[in-house]
């Protein structure tokens, strides 16, 4: 049990009131519980810089930041959180476990934002020593129920609309349907079920 999860990075993505960081927090204890050495991070943030950085994205005052701008800002916090935290947590063969990563960056910024998936990713091998995760759960959301869930002061991402946020999840679907080591849960119902998934899903990959 210990072995198979060392070094492994996993990443738990989706459009905002998917219940991610619930889930991210689960799946950490369950490791934890059962053993692992585990390491958990957001993404944006985890680290000084990033965090600073995750402000700037979020606070509903720059309404005039460009999409590159916003781009690469995302990028500049996950190189940061590689290097200061991921990548020595990995090295001491911890499990990683990330609440968000570079899906949410193809999602948002790639599709929903128009700078296209495929641009996202080839700057990402630019920018990145490494990409992809050994895999990402996307927890795919009705945009009804995710929209309840928002809060009442909306940040600077949740304040882009409802055809952004739908496109958004449009963007998860298309970029988990074709590529390797992603796996899309559905969120409908409780967290304990939802919780219970997404164990069954880490426990078949590994
Ligand atoms: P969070 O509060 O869900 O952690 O994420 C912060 C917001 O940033 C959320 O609206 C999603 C958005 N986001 C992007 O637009 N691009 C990215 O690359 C990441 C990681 C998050």
Redesign the pocket.
């Known amino acids: 049990m210990k072995n198979k999860f060392a070094g492994k990075f996993i990443v738990l993505d989706g459009p905002?009131g998917c219940g991610k960081?619930t889930q991210s927090e689960l799946l950490t204890k369950w490791l934890e519980n059962s053993g692992v050495k585990t390491a958990s991070f957001?993404?944006?943030g985890g680290t000084a810089v990033g965090e600073q950085i995750r402000q700037i994205?979020?606070n509903p005052e720059h309404a005039a930041m460009s999409e590159r701008a916003e781009l690469l800002l995302?990028m500049a916090a996950r190189a940061q959180l590689w290097k200061e935290k991921i990548s020595p947590a990995l090295e001491m063969g911890k499990c990683v476990v990330l609440?968000?990563?570079l899906s949410?960056?193809c999602a948002?910024?790639g599709y929903a934002g128009g700078l296209g998936i495929e641009n996202v990713i080839k700057l990402a091998t630019d920018c990145l020593e490494r990409v992809w995760p050994d895999l990402t759960i996307v927890l795919d959301i009705d945009l009804d129920v995710s929209a309840r869930r928002l809060s009442s002061t909306p940040?600077r991402?949740?304040q882009k609309g409802k055809t952004y946020h739908a496109k958004v999840r449009d963007g998860f679907l298309k970029l988990a349907r074709g590529r390797e080591n992603f796996t899309i849960v559905n969120v409908s119902g409780s967290i304990e079920a939802v919780g219970e998934k997404v164990i069954e899903t880490v426990n078949k990959k590994f």
């Open positions: 905002d960081t957001r993404d944006p994205l979020l995302y609440d968000r990563w949410s960056t948002y910024q940040d991402m949740e």
